[in-house]
């Protein structure tokens, strides 16, 4: 179908409106007023000079040259974009005499991408400094699900001018614009309202208190109308039994909160609370409540109108009772643990820097941990490991070797079980072998928790060293008295357990030259060196054992001990003095050696346990730095 022909008359006026300035929508409904009707295309058709395709019978196809991006353009275009305050793409366009899908294409390909800024709070030097000495410390209090206990509470105004359910938006007409519609008109005198404190936790909300206007909000006020009714009513019911002395209370820095008798009845009911100096400035997405909870209420108020300040109360408690606290409160960027910050990372989370060397580029250029503590620890542990199992093995050995676990009886019979080698070398093997495998395994793979315990298995052990000591040092006497007696029961014992004998022989001939426990005549408590074993025909009654003998006469003759009990039998051929006085004597000859020894050990557990934490905060330290720089607002915390 031909298309319709305007006249050269009507043409005429179309260009004269255009030279005057007329938009073509505008051309369009001055000519419809005189009777013309003609469309906007024709009236672009026109000013674009394409008459003859306007008069034509069939399309006639128009190809533009597309605008090459030459290197000065693409320049001009990253010049005006790689700024902070960047022109619309369409100015830029304009400016650079392109197309606007052009720009589009250089922006596209130079490897930038529009994002919509965020609104952050300002920080000043003072905020920085701060936020660097205790964001960290507050981060690790609270993360890891220990976010989950935690309280934070706030009071806000509401007032009757913000609930009159008038919307912020409005639809003005473009060629006859109705300005008074755009102007929302504020009472300049003393609104109507009231002050409302709440609280949020992942358990649930707690009770709104209403404060009465007028009122002077002072610390006995906001400790008997506020602080008693939470600890009585909404903490019994937000935290069951077993779960309150885990919680922990936020409040904010008002007067009431930081007065000294509000100080003073939180540490006299043993409240769990977050002080203003560990709680960083200008973070209000750490407080949900200030974040989020009191502008999602009045965003809900401003819908309805509301009349009274009794109608308004009621609205604010329907509210606050429909409202999911788990989804408003978790959804808001508070404190959260390490997996859900990696997981909502592009929320805003105002805890960073939550160390102080948060303006590192990225994860890769420095470790916060240390190679040297790193690799010692492995180091050492590995040998230590090994040699538990070592000494483990031999204890195990030495069990089957005497048959052991057959006559297990056999030891317990006397109480002589704690006494057993082999069962001394198992025990500290097995403990050694945990405590190496702990710190090894722990150092090597950067596992925080076998690093926890293998500081706390460290300390276990030097604090019972310690104790041992003082109580052994305390108690001598009776400690003296014990050991005399237990190693009479040993002696006892002595020809039951191949181990315990060995042992016995080697502190007699190789280290004290003694016999027996107070003297030789200790031996008549054994059955086979009593005298009455004649009447059996035993060849060492009335004796002692062949380690009794002095060396220079066991060599020669080692029945030497045999018969050294009788009254008329001489007793130079063997030790008469007893162990424990000659174990005293040893200790005494060798103080110092031994002080250096205890000091040695303790020093080596120190040491341990302090390298072992060090690496744990430093593996810590590393995990949040990681999760920071991965955070979108990384580069705003590096510039302040």
């Not at 040297?372 to 590995?382: L, P, R």
Request: hydrophobic share 35%; charged share 25%.
């Amino acid at each position: 179908m031909p298309r319709n022909k305007i006249s050269d008359i009507v043409e005429g006026r179309i260009l004269q409106l255009l030279r005057w300035g007329y938009s073509q929508s505008l051309i369009v409904n001055i000519l419809k007023l005189d009777g013309i009707h003609v469309s906007q295309p024709t009236v672009s058709n026109v000013k674009q000079k394409i008459g003859r395709q306007r008069n034509s019978e069939s399309k006639i196809k128009i190809f533009r040259k597309k605008p090459s991006q030459t290197p000065s353009i693409i320049k001009k275009v990253i010049e005006k974009i790689d700024v902070k305050e960047p022109p619309t793409q369409r100015a830029i366009a304009k400016d650079l005499h392109i197309s606007q899908s052009t720009v589009s294409n250089i922006i596209k390909n130079s490897g930038f991408t529009l994002r919509k800024k965020q609104k952050v709070q300002k920080l000043t030097s003072s905020n920085v400094m701060k936020r660097g000495q205790r964001s960290f410390k507050l981060y690790r209090r609270l993360a890891r699900g220990r976010y989950k206990n935690f309280i934070p509470t706030d009071e806000t105004w509401f007032y009757l001018d913000e609930t009159s359910g008038r919307r912020k938006v409005c639809y003005i007409k473009k060629t006859d614009p109705d300005y008074d519609r755009m102007i929302i008109q504020q009472n300049t005198s003393r609104p109507k309202g009231f002050m409302v404190w709440g609280g949020v936790s992942s358990q649930g909300k707690t009770t709104l208190r209403f404060v009465t206007p007028g009122t002077k909000v002072n610390s006995n006020y906001y400790i008997n109308n506020v602080l008693k009714p939470f600890l009585t009513k909404d903490v019994p019911r937000l935290f069951r039994k077993g779960k309150k002395l885990k919680w922990i209370f936020h409040q904010d820095s008002a007067p009431s909160h930081t007065a000294k008798e509000t100080i003073k009845f939180l540490e006299q009911n043993k409240i769990h609370y977050i002080t203003p100096q560990e709680w960083m400035p200008a973070s209000p997405d750490a407080a949900p409540m200030d974040y989020s909870i009191w502008g999602h209420l009045k965003q809900q108020l401003n819908k309805t109108r509301i009349d009274s300040i009794e109608e308004l109360k009621k609205k604010i408690l329907y509210e606050w009772r429909k409202m999911n606290e788990t989804r408003r409160y978790f959804s808001t960027p508070c404190i959260q643990s390490s997996t859900q910050i990696i997981d909502d990372s592009d929320k805003l989370f105002s805890m960073a820097p939550r160390f102080q060397k948060v303006v590192r580029t990225t994860r890769r250029d420095d470790t916060e941990i240390s190679r040297c503590i790193k690799y010692s620890m492995f180091g050492f542990n590995i040998l230590f490991w090994i040699l538990g199992f070592m000494i483990t093995a031999i204890g195990i050995y030495a069990w089957i070797e005497k048959d052991t676990f057959d006559n297990f009886g056999r030891l317990t019979m006397r109480g002589t079980l704690f006494f057993d080698p082999a069962l001394v070398f198992v025990l500290v093997g097995v403990f050694m072998f945990c405590i190496g495998f702990a710190g090894c395994v722990g150092s090597l793979r950067e596992n925080t928790c076998l690093l926890l315990f293998f500081s706390f298995a460290l300390a276990i052990i030097f604090f019972a060293q310690l104790a041992f000591g003082t109580l052994v040092f305390i108690y001598r006497e009776k400690v003296k008295n014990e050991g005399e007696k237990q190693l009479m029961i040993m002696i006892e014992s002595y020809r039951d357990d191949p181990d315990l004998q060995n042992m016995i022989d080697w502190i007699q001939r190789d280290w004290l030259h003694c016999c027996g426990v107070n003297n030789y005549r200790n031996w008549e408590s054994n059955i086979y060196f009593n005298c009455s074993s004649k009447i059996v025909g035993s060849v060492e009654a009335c004796g002692v054992p062949a380690s009794c003998c002095r060396a220079e006469y066991f060599h020669n003759n080692k029945q030497c001990g045999y018969g050294t009990l009788e009254s008329s039998a001489g007793t130079h051929m063997i030790y008469t003095d007893g162990c424990l006085p000659k174990a005293s004597q040893w200790f005494e000859r060798h103080i110092l050696p031994v002080a250096i020894v205890v000091v040695v050990l303790a020093v080596l557990q120190i040491l341990g346990i302090c390298f072992a934490q060090n690496l744990r905060n430093d593996i810590l330290a590393q995990k949040a730095k990681w999760i920071w720089h991965a955070h979108p607002m990384m580069n705003y915390y590096r510039h302040q």
